[in-house]
């Protein structure tokens, strides 16, 4: 467990003052990578909108099941994910590496504790896991970063993973951000995506969330609907079962509608013919 003050004399850039998407996200997951005042504004979110933790861990559960098909069912062996956030529960490398121990990620995060952990916790994992500190609204940045294009072969299929990430960004054009990423993919790569969406969530809860999030540095929140996620994911054939709440997204055991629908994202994975 982390004291704050330990955490904070780790890594001098982290911006300690303002609550941040990424250990907000980490304290709803329960792990230890954040402040206090990520805490405090996270138990905000929880009151204004009680079914936040429910969004995390259903958007979370997803990420796991879409890992472990694209290996098992796709072949894939290289991932290249998106705001991967602070390592927690389920890690897309421990996945993956479950079913093909040869498998290779790169994380690429701007938020200096989540980069920070990440590299803590990889030490020696560094031939097949790399991470990268990078704005993924920045392909070309993030493409030719040192992690990212000396790590991963761009002439063999790559799964990109954008989880909680294409909602959060300051563009709608989430479209236009991940063909820049898919054109830099071979047929057989794959994209996965999950997104915020307004299933149980009233105007008021989600007004109250964007109000929370004016204060962090990423204080955008876009809601979508099965169709504008689909909309996210042009050139890629969808697998089945398509745009749906992520928990419903080939759930390893039977959940109710009511359940799926109190993770209010959804969740939708295309492989690139
Ligand atoms: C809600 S978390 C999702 C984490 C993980 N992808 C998951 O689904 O479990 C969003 C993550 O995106 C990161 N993020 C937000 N904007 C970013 C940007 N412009 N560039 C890189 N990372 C960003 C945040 O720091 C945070 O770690």
């Known amino acids: 467990m982390f004291q704050d003050a330990e955490l904070a004399a780790q890594v001098a850039h982290a911006d300690f003052d303002q609550p941040n998407i990424a250990r907000m996200y980490d304290y709803h997951l329960g792990g230890s990578a954040n402040f206090a005042i990520d805490r405090t504004t996270a138990e905000q979110a929880l009151r204004v909108a009680p079914t936040e933790r429910d969004y995390c861990w259903a958007n979370r ?17 290289q991932f290249l994910d998106l705001g991967s956030g602070v390592p927690t ?7 993956a590496h479950q079913h093909n121990p040869a498998t290779r990620v790169a994380y690429v995060d701007w938020e200096a504790i989540a980069c920070h952990h990440a590299r803590h916790l990889l030490g020696a994992e560094e031939q097949r896991v790399t991470v990268t500190e990078a704005d993924v609204g920045d392909p070309e940045t993030v493409l030719n970063a040192a992690g990212v294009a000396g790590l991963l072969d761009f002439t063999r299929p790559i799964a990109v993973l954008a989880f909680g990430i294409l909602d959060i960004l300051p563009t709608t054009d989430g479209a236009g951000l991940v063909a820049r990423y898919r054109d830099a993919c071979v047929p057989g790569s794959a994209l996965a995506v999950s997104n915020n969406a307004q299933l149980t969530r009233t105007d008021q809860e989600v007004a109250g ?18 169709e504008e996620v689909a909309a996210l994911l042009p050139g890629y054939t969808l697998l089945d079962p398509g745009v749906v709440p992520a928990a419903l997204w080939r759930p390893d055991q039977p959940v109710t509608d009511h359940e799926a629908q109190r993770g209010n994202v959804y969740g939708a994975v295309g492989i690139l013919p």
């Open 61 to 77: 559960a997803f990420l796991g099941r879409a890992v472990r098909i694209l290996v098992t069912d796709h072949g894939i062996d």
């Open 89 to 95: 529960v389920g890690n897309v490398h421990e996945i």
């Open 209 to 226: 969330l964007r109000s929370l999030l004016v204060d962090t540095s990423t204080p955008n929140l876009h809601m979508r609907t099965p």
